[in-house]
């Protein structure tokens, strides 16, 4: 009796497991990382801009034929004071493409607002390029790109 109690806990355990999973509770975009223990950062990346300059929309696909590539940076949760943002650009050989760096002061209770804009040229190699942003020379997010001509 104690067996078939055991054994049908279990199998109860593994289907709520089974469903929280098949809903999506637990899902991973492996084209973005973001490290733990860091700021929180929301990223977009995107070719497209509105009337107002800012992002229509995100994505991880990229044409080099768009000659620009936009990342508009919110960092939440970081220390009051002057931070160094950097915004690095890596070509699908693993070189740095681009780098920008750039000094703003965070204030108590505000996030920081910040856009990266990166020149995409047409000799530009095609494949699996990346974005890197640090803050204070620690990285906080790595976002996969997927570049084509």
């Known amino acids: ?26 899902s991973y975009n ?7 223990d860091t700021p929180r950062v929301r990223m977009v990346v995107t070719q497209h801009l509105d009337d107002r300059g ?18 508009a940076l ?4 970081v220390a009051p004071g002057e931070h160094v943002i950097s915004c690095r650009l890596f070509a699908s050989q693993g070189q740095i493409r681009d780098e920008q760096k750039f000094a703003l002061i965070a204030h108590a209770g505000e996030p920081l607002h910040h856009f990266c804009a990166f020149s995409l040229n047409p000799y530009d190699a095609p494949g699996y390029w990346s974005i890197d942003v640090l803050i204070d020379d620690v990285t906080v997010v790595h976002r996969r790109l997927d570049v084509s001509d």
Do not use: N, T
Not at 1 to 20: C, E, N, P, T
Not at 74 to 77: K, V
């Open 1 to 26: 009796m104690k067996l078939s109690v055991l054994l049908s806990v279990r199998m109860g355990l593994f289907s709520l497991i089974a469903v929280f999973l098949l809903m999506g509770g637990c």
């Open 30 to 36: 492996p084209a973005e990382h973001y490290i733990p």
């Open 54 to 71: 800012e992002p229509m929309s995100s994505s991880a696909d990229v044409s080099i034929r768009q000659h620009a590539l936009y990342a």
């Open 74 to 77: 919110w960092f939440y949760d």
